[in-house]
């Protein structure tokens, strides 16, 4: 640091006292203090002036380094809102989308949970209707026990007088087995399928018997209790008898040589058939040769009533 100048006091007395005052202003001092001084701000001012370039550098250069780390960060952000913006357009959509697809599942659910109600009234409607079936097939079941159990004693009753077997086979369906009706094989069965299902019983017939549907016919008004008290022999030789009548006759061309109902049909006692013996004779065929379907029975006379055990 410069020392400093200490200027001493004047005294103006003394000095206008001289005869030449004179006053001694030090000016190499002031000179040399003035230079010392400029140089000093001249100094300052460099070193000012260095500082501020240098703080101005460093400015510039963290300004530079802001800009651009805010432009990139600027851009990132603008990338970043384009994306967010394309996924909010996105969500957007899948809003809608999900609000449609709420709206016609409450719609649905809707019409199902009407469909449930009519459906629970029906299902009540018809847990009424089994209930009230249940009931009536519980007093028909007991009603048909109650017959049954009357009607089991007059079923063997009935099985035993005619001879047969009444069994079930399907609904509506009974297979009716009769012996005893063969003189030469007592235990020879012929059997009857009988329909039950409506008012007029229906029978798939054997091929001896498909040649009486009028028997059948006669047989649908025939009492049971008949049947109970006629043996079944005497009953089908009746109906074969008035059946004979009205039907055209034809002779079986075996040895029992018995006239029989319809043409082309079997021989009610032996089995055999055919066209009638002229209508042979006169085209000039041979007699048939007899069968061994049983023993034919003596001509004129008619086959004995069965005898059930």
């Not at 069994?167 to 059997?191: N, Y």
């Not at 798939?204 to 008949?226: E, F, K, M």
């Not at 109906?239 to 043409?263: D, E, H, I, V, Y």
């Amino acid at each position: 640091m410069a020392r400093a100048l200490r200027v001493p006091k004047l005294d103006l007395a003394s000095i206008l006292a001289q005869q030449n005052p004179q006053i001694d202003l030090r000016l190499d001092a002031y000179e040399s203090s003035t230079r010392s001084f400029l140089k000093a701000v001249s100094a300052y001012a460099q070193n000012a002036q260095a500082e501020i370039t240098r703080w101005k550098t460093t400015h510039v250069a963290g300004k530079k380094r802001i800009a651009e780390k805010t432009q990139n960060e600027t851009h990132a952000c603008k990338v970043r809102e384009l994306e967010l913006i394309a996924e909010l357009e996105k969500e957007h959509e899948e809003r809608k989308e999900a609000e449609l697809a709420v709206a016609a599942f409450e719609r649905q659910l809707a019409s199902i949970k009407d469909q449930c109600a009519l459906l629970d009234a029906e299902i009540e409607q018809r847990r009424a209707v089994v209930n009230n079936l249940h009931r009536e097939r519980e007093r028909e079941h007991a009603l048909l026990n109650t017959h049954a159990s009357r009607t089991s004693s007059e079923l063997t009753e009935c099985e035993f007088r005619l001879c047969s077997v009444v069994e079930g086979i399907d609904k509506d369906t009974i297979l009716v087995r009769f012996t005893h009706i063969d003189p030469a094989d007592q235990q020879r069965e012929f059997s009857v399928v009988v329909d039950v299902s409506a008012d007029i019983y229906r029978s798939s017939l054997a091929r001896l018997w498909r040649i009486c549907p009028a028997h059948l016919d006669g047989l649908n008004r025939v009492p049971l209790l008949l049947c109970l008290r006629v043996p079944v022999a005497a009953h089908i030789s009746s109906a074969w008898t008035s059946l004979m009548g009205r039907k055209s006759r034809a002779k079986c061309q075996n040895l029992c040589r018995r006239p029989f109902g319809l043409r082309g049909a079997s021989c009610y006692y032996c089995g055999g058939g055919g066209a009638p013996a002229s209508s042979r004779r006169a085209a000039g065929a041979p007699p048939r040769r007899p069968t061994t379907r049983g023993t034919p029975p003596r001509r004129g006379a008619r086959p004995p009533p069965p005898e059930c055990p």
